[in-house]
């Protein structure tokens, strides 16, 4: 007898493409496995026979292949409709089971992985009775009808770990062995497949060029369903440049465009501990911390950089990580609208310096990657020439601006604020970052243009545009929550103290004068300090966390913050998503100490943040990444009442003993300003 074999079954709805795919599956993994294929339309006895034929599957094919033994088994003579010879299939380190009913729920507890195939009806007929011709055509509503049966007693592909939308165009096998390659039941029988994430060859090409990256954005990207721009807006605004070099500058130096598109890319959505990976036409279905899939496939170095490449970003996964993650560090799991992170894999994308004037293209080697660079290579010349127009009109000074509402009025917020202050009185937290949202509904919003305007109103090192379907992210976050560098540096960046901007160059002053001597924000700020301290010592070297710079305020177009820096060196093997679950969610938004304070604000904000408040960036296949604090944060997500465009925006502020409830209130109005305004909202009485 041999070990039990991994057991992969195919099923789906009758011209789904069910065969094509695991004949093609099945030579893809005999590159590295041996293989055992068996098809469930050899077993059906006749017409009317596939339940019975189900029966005879599980108990004559199933059970002795899942225990490492021969299966004999009888055949269906088709012509004659009456049983036909025995055969035998024999047990191999994979087998594949393809047919109606192939993951039925007899089979189930004898499979490792089910994939489903799914296909337009119409589509599904046509290619059923090409390929059978006339012999099927007579029985077609029979066999369907028997089909529709079968899935009404047992929805089959809520089962599915991967789904597959097979358009019979060649792309179904290699996508969806991407897609199983992600299963953890599969994860010890694919480590060859596995290893090929490893293999990886970087393709990159050095432009001297300046392009308006809206317009490259626009030109590469617009029909792009899932697409990001991490986009250091602060620079390219003109506040910082040669001979007026901002602290915020060496945050502002690189731009990052990329798409899912390509042999490589994916993308991943993330909601209440299931992760659901998308890889062309295949999606897969992960159950688990998120944190834990992230370590799966990042922290290990599969790429290097080109030679003199100054960025850390090399490819890899971008998007951004939702408050709502803390469930699994440490916090209690509150559901949100939002998915709780949203991630595509870039194979290919643009880094453009903004202080050499240059821009990179970067390529995974794939056969596609070649037009792409051609492609690029265009759009950066016509980008770089265009003048800086980016052909998107922006609303009407006069347009009908959103009327935002919010979770609390003025006076529930201060009495959140009494209540954030009692629990401090009562030693269970120094510090809470008491936050709320404003949420409206409008009929319709242009969410690039909409970026475009909070970019130029407000613009900031770490902004950013985020597309996932019909959810958008639009950020001008000046704050990084986490860097750390292929080489393992780290360094987090937090902002606490925040003081409206003046028109007035004196009444600005006096602003700026005002926050840098105003105890309350420091002790604020020292408090965070000393709470990310504590949270990058868990993963780096002793003695090497230092506090580079304290309580300095760095000034943007709308606001003054206090701005603080803490360096250190991750210990050498550590596992870097761990390392940044242990800093998540950024302290500078829960408060200290974190976990306890973070059941405080959970009872208090009563509802979840969702995006805000979490992370934007990067992990490159280098071993880096990037990641700001999503604040300054505009969400836009299709869905809302009679088809409208729901929009939310999170603000909040950190809650100390003596705090001064108006001045809270004030503080998030200060802050709500640059997207309200740029909207042409108010905030609500």
């Known amino acids: 007898m041999t070990p039990a074999p991994v057991i992969i079954a195919i099923d789906g709805r009758s011209g789904a493409g069910k065969t094509t795919l695991a004949i093609e599956l099945a030579a893809t993994l005999r590159n590295h496995h041996k293989v055992s294929l068996f098809h469930l339309e050899d077993i059906y006895p006749g017409w009317d026979g596939l339940s019975a034929g189900i ?57 490792d992985a089910v994939i489903w195939a799914d296909a337009p009806d119409g589509e599904r007929r046509t290619r059923a009775l090409a390929r059978d011709g006339e012999t099927y055509e007579p029985f077609w509503d029979q066999w369907a009808g028997q089909e529709a049966e079968l899935l009404a007693a047992d929805d089959i592909p809520q089962y599915a770990h991967v789904r597959v939308l097979n358009r019979a165009d060649g792309t179904a096998p290699a ?47 617009a029909t792009s369903g ?22 915020a500058a060496e945050r502002s130096r690189f731009s990052i465009l990329a798409d899912d598109g390509g042999t490589f890319g994916q993308s991943v959505l993330h909601s209440s501990g299931v992760t659901r990976i998308t890889a062309g036409c295949a999606t897969a279905n992960v159950s688990g911390p998120f944190f834990r899939w992230l370590e799966t496939v990042w922290g290990r170095k599969a790429v290097r950089g080109p030679e003199d490449y100054p960025c850390d ?79 998107v009109v922006l ?47 409008v009929p319709a919003l242009d969410p690039w243009a909409a970026y475009l305007a909070l970019r130029r109103r407000n613009p900031a090192p770490f902004a950013s545009y985020l597309r996932f379907g019909g959810l958008t992210v639009a950020s001008t976050s000046p704050e990084r929550f986490l860097r750390i560098a292929s080489d393992g540096g780290m360094r987090a960046e937090p902002i606490k103290g925040t003081r409206r901007r003046a028109a007035d160059p004196d009444a600005d002053a006096a602003l700026r004068e005002d926050l840098a001597t105003s105890l309350k924000d420091r002790a604020e700020n020292i408090m965070i300090v000393d709470l990310l301290r504590n949270d990058l010592s868990h993963f780096a070297e002793p003695g090497s966390v230092t506090v580079s710079r304290l309580c300095e305020i760095e000034s943007y177009a709308t606001v003054h913050q206090l701005v603080s820096t803490i360096d250190a060196v991750l210990l050498p093997g550590s596992p870097r998503a761990e390392a940044v679950a242990a800093c998540f969610p950024a302290g500078s ?22 995006v805000y408040s ?72």
């Open 226 to 247: 899932n697409a990001v721009w991490l986009d250091s807006s602060l620079r390219l605004a003109g506040t910082a440049g040669p001979g007026k070099e901002t602290p």
């Open 614 to 685: 979490g992370a934007i960036g990067y992990f490159s296949l280098n071993g880096a990444t990037d990641l700001a604090v999503a604040i300054r944060t505009l969400v836009m997500q299709d869905g809302g009442e009679g088809g409208k465009v729901r929009l939310s925006l999170g603000v909040g502020g950190a809650i100390t003993a003596d705090s001064v409830p108006q001045d809270e209130y004030e503080e998030i109005r200060t802050k709500a300003y640059g997207v309200l305004s740029t909207l042409g909202s108010a905030f609500p009485d």
């Open 55 to 111: 029966e005879r599957y599980v108990t004559t094919v199933l059970a002795p292949l899942s225990r490492g033994e021969a299966a004999t088994w009888v055949s269906w003579d088709w012509e004659n409709h009456h049983d036909g010879d025995p055969r035998v299939t024999l047990p191999a380190e994979i087998v594949i089971v393809e047919g109606v009913g192939a993951a039925a729920a007899a089979a189930r507890p004898h499979l």
């Open 589 to 610: 938004m829960t408060g200290a100490p974190k976990i306890s304070t973070m059941a405080i604000l959970d009872g208090l904000e009563e509802g979840p943040r969702g």
């Open 395 to 441: 609303p009407a000074a006069n347009a009908a601006a959103p009327t935002f509402a919010g979770r609390d009025t003025e006076t529930s917020y201060k009495r959140k604020i009494a209540e954030a202050q009692h629990q401090i009185a009562e030693g269970n937290s120094y510090e809470v970052c008491l936050t709320t949202t404003l949420a409206a509904e």
């Open 175 to 221: 996508d969806a062995l991407q897609a199983l390659t992600y299963l953890p039941a599969l994860t010890t029988a694919l480590v060859p497949e596995l290893s090929s994430r490893r293999g990886l060859r970087l393709l990159s090409e050095r432009i001297e060029a300046s392009p308006d990256p809206a317009i490259l954005f626009q030109a590469l990207y």
């Open 313 to 391: 970003f090399a490819l890899g996964w971008l998007g951004y990580l939702g408050y709502e993650l803390k469930r699994e560090t440490g916090g209690h799991d509150i559901p949100s609208d939002a998915p709780d992170a949203g991630l595509i894999f870039a194979g290919r994308g643009v880094v453009l310096d903004h202080t050499d004037n240059t821009v990179w293209l970067l390529a995974l080697d794939a056969p596609d990657a070649a037009a792409w660079l051609d492609r690029a290579r265009e759009a950066v010349a016509a980008a770089a020439e265009s003048g800086g127009s980016t052909g």
